[in-house]
């Protein structure tokens, strides 16, 4: 972020990821989305993106690129921003990103740290992304979920920032690579801890299945070795659902840390924009040692 004037901070941001998905236009949807986020996670509004490109000219033919192009146009578009360029590499394999510039007023800006004892969190995308992408590999998950998986990557944190912009926000992220344990680790930094409630975490259809059959994600280990010298499970908290909070996501929610009496208001308006699977999936207390996040 770079403040220009008293009223007006820029935000820049630049994200690229390789394909989740076979389908052209999905992929450049998904990146796009996945992009464009971390300007909605800081309370900002997209203005430009410029494309990042790589793509194998002679392995692949150009349509499977223009396809990528407008797939990321529909969902920059859907933003209310525009494409304004980009730069492309001849690689071995297509990989499809955005460097996104937007705007936002220095005194509204969210970060993630600043969550205060007493903050309800809430989560506003259902996780589990990571392991179904890789299932879907395998050709372990059903149809019907992969396609819940991909219509919920595909949706822009455009509404859920639009309805915390109302409310007071103390901290706020997008869950991505680094899972929910791992950006509710940098969210309470800063002398808070996270108390989660498992069950309340809203998890895509078959993600818990697939942990079960063993399948998992490359990162779902750094993901754990990073979180859990600060992590502390109860008792009563389901062995069988703990990976999910190592689950790296692809274009993820947003993890909102709100003074507990506005949560009920604006979970309500969340569901009144159609985030229906946003939900409240914790508090946060004062940190008193290493732990910094407590699931129950």
């Not at 969210?110 to 506003?124: F, H, K, Q, S």
Request: charged share 20%; glycine share 12%; aromatic share 6%.
């Amino acid at each position: 972020m770079y403040r220009i004037s008293a009223d007006t901070a820029i935000v820049t941001t630049a994200d690229i990821i390789t394909p989740p998905v076979d389908d052209p236009y999905t992929f450049g949807q998904i990146a796009a989305a996945n992009s464009i986020s971390d300007v909605y996670a800081m309370g900002g509004r997209p203005v430009t993106c410029l494309n990042l490109v790589c793509f194998p000219s002679g392995k692949l033919p150009p349509e499977q690129l223009h396809g990528i192009v407008a797939g990321a146009l529909d969902k920059i578009t859907e933003a209310g921003a525009v494409l304004a360029g980009g730069h492309s590499v001849d690689d071995a394999e297509p990989k499809f990103g955005l460097a996104v510039t937007g705007v936002v007023h220095p005194e509204e800006i969210w970060r993630n740290v600043g969550a205060r004892r007493g903050d309800a969190l809430i989560l506003t995308k259902p996780i589990g992304s990571g392991v179904l992408f890789n299932a879907a590999l395998k050709g372990a998950v059903s149809a019907g979920a992969f396609d819940f998986c991909v219509e919920t990557v595909t949706v822009l944190n455009r509404s859920a920032a639009e309805v915390f912009a109302g409310f007071e926000v103390h901290a706020a992220t997008d869950i991505t690579g680094f899972g929910l344990g791992g950006h509710g680790l940098e969210m309470a930094r800063g002398g808070a801890r996270l108390q989660l409630t498992l069950d309340d975490i809203p998890v895509m259809p078959e993600a818990y299945a697939m942990y079960a059959k063993g399948v998992t994600t490359g990162v779902n280990k750094h993901n754990r070795a990073q979180v859990e010298p600060h992590l502390r499970f109860a008792e009563g908290a389901d062995p069988a659902k703990r990976e999910i909070l190592f689950d790296p996501q692809t274009s993820g929610g947003l993890l909102v840390a709100l003074p507990e009496s506005q949560a009920g208001d604006a979970l309500a308006k969340l569901h009144d924009r159609g985030l229906e699977h946003a939900a409240v999936i914790g508090s946060v207390e004062e940190a008193a040692d290493e732990v910094r996040i407590v699931v129950g």
